[in-house]
């Protein structure tokens, strides 16, 4: 009769032991320190921005036709009202000294309202989604690459702007002076970018997108004193004007150009309802920053939700 034969239980030997223990070891071995959400915020919004301008590199007719279509409005316009009577536009040497502000606040202001354009484009092209789904720190530095992008490039075309105006016999103001049209275009470019990007995710498409652009466009331009001052507007149009962004960062950068000797509270604007400073005017365009950025906010947290 043949006997069962059982199997040798394994004796537990320092062998047998020591993968627990080494697992054990790998269960408990401390992570990494990961980067900090701030230098991935960075890096995210570094990225995104360089690949708007790759794409400008690629396409410069933006960056082109924003810099010709100002220089024609300075040019024919400055031509058409040549032969105005001196001290007709107030303290301007010629009517393309008085444009020359008016120019620089429209450029700035076209570039700005174009921002919402290429984020419309990547939603109705996919890539969009393709950024909400990846694993970025933050959904905003979608937002701010655009932003950082629009505003380079507006900067960008109003320094050429402001040359050609200076090569025109137009002058320039003094260095002090020029930081601070440099801050009147940032903070225009700021809000209005805001609002157009507020745009790009609340509008269904690209051609709502640019109906919106083509309707405000125009209207916000003649309905400021980029082209005529206030005095020669109908009392309405100047309660409108005077309700309108733009004249608070035209009237101090035509200031600033006429005067050497400026500060804060220097006049710059009469208004229908008082006098509005230098200072004020800045006041008021910050505040229409905090209102357009706030504004947005709602609305982008939805869409990245």
Request: charged share 10%; glycine share 8%.
């Amino acid at each position: 009769m043949s006997r069962s034969v059982t199997p040798p239980k394994p004796s537990l030997t320092s062998e047998n032991t020591a993968l627990p223990s080494q697992a054990v070891g790998l269960a408990t071995k401390p992570a990494l320190p990961q980067t900090s959400t701030l230098s991935d915020f960075i890096q995210e919004t570094l990225a995104l921005t360089r690949r708007l301008f790759i794409q400008l590199q690629r396409r410069p007719s933006t960056l082109i036709a924003g810099i010709i279509q100002p220089l024609m409005w300075l040019v024919l316009f400055g031509a058409l009202f040549q032969n105005v009577p001196q001290g007709l536009f107030g303290d301007s040497q010629s009517y393309g000294q008085f444009l020359g502000a008016g120019i620089i606040v429209f450029t700035a202001f076209g570039g700005a309202l174009n921002a919402g354009l290429p984020v419309m484009f990547d939603r109705e092209f996919g890539f969009l989604n393709r950024l909400l789904v990846a694993p970025l720190a933050s959904r905003f530095s979608i937002v701010v690459a655009s932003a950082i992008f629009i505003t380079t490039l507006s900067l960008i075309q109003t320094a050429v702007i402001v040359s050609a105006i200076a090569f025109l016999g137009a002058g320039l103001p003094n260095l002090l002076g020029l930081g601070v049209v440099t801050l009147i275009v940032f903070a225009l470019v700021l809000g209005v970018t805001g609002l157009s990007l507020g745009l790009a995710f609340a509008l269904p498409g690209h051609v709502e997108l640019i109906a919106v652009i083509f309707v405000t466009n125009l209207p916000l331009l003649f309905a400021s004193t980029a082209l005529a001052p206030l005095s020669f507007m109908p009392h309405w149009l100047q309660v409108v004007a005077t309700l309108n962004p733009l004249s608070y960062a035209i009237e101090p950068i035509r200031y600033l150009y006429l005067h050497n000797d400026w500060a804060l509270s220097s006049i710059v604007m009469q208004a229908p309802w008082g006098s509005v400073s230098l200072g004020g005017a800045l006041l008021v365009l910050f505040a229409f920053d905090l209102v357009a950025l706030l504004s947005i906010q709602p609305l982008l947290r939805r869409t990245f939700a």
